[in-house]
């Protein structure tokens, strides 16, 4: 499903509808240059599913897990674009089967890890990265020296979310559903 995602509290509003249908042992998986959002979108899913603490990007110590204050799943949050590979990743010992896992930068990293998870991609609607020359000394993704991914001006965005494996099947996001007559804006809440 392709998505039109106009401002930064619309990806909010696109990770609090993604936070409602997640639970225990779901895997998301997200990609998209710096700045475009997934730590924004993180945040909307952490507020669905009722979380402590602020989700913020996990960059410098490549996890955070957010308990619930709801008595559901917690929120493990990853940024594995500092992992050399899935051996690195294992080596997290991360819940996978108690905790809705949310991993910035994961694709290729988690093959084996689940039969089923959600691709989501995020880019920018004008194409292309953040203007200027990243610091190639600092840190980070391109030079974030902040590590924080979170929404890079409030400019539009185009949002692919598919699901893969049985969880997924027969739902709107299922890697074989019929494509939308459209493309859709997510329902504004806030």
């Not at 639970?23 to 924004?40: M, N, Q, S």
Request: a negative charge; charged letters at 25%; proline letters at 6%.
């Amino acid at each position: 499903m392709r998505l039109d995602v106009p401002s930064t509290a619309a990806m909010e509003d696109l990770g609090r509808e993604l936070g409602a249908l997640l639970r225990a042992g779901d895997l998301v998986v997200l990609t998209g240059p710096l700045g475009a959002g997934k730590t924004t979108l993180t945040r909307g899913i952490g507020e669905a599913l009722g979380v402590r603490g602020a989700v913020q990007s996990p960059t410098f110590v490549l996890a955070r897990t957010h308990p619930s204050l709801v008595g559901g799943a917690p929120l493990v949050h990853v940024d594995a674009y500092r992992l050399g590979g899935a051996a690195e990743l294992e080596d997290l010992d991360l819940d996978f089967a108690r905790s809705v896992v949310v991993v910035e930068w994961g694709a290729g990293l988690l093959d084996g890890v689940s039969d089923s998870w959600l691709d989501v991609v995020i880019e920018r609607a004008r194409g292309g990265e953040r203007q200027g020359a990243p610091d190639a000394a600092a840190p980070g993704p391109g030079g974030a020296a902040s590590g924080d991914d979170e929404l890079d001006a409030d400019e539009p965005r185009s949002v692919t979310v598919v699901g893969h494996g049985p969880r997924w099947a027969g739902t709107r996001f299922a890697a074989d559903a019929e494509p939308d007559a459209g493309r859709r804006t997510p329902a504004a809440g806030h």
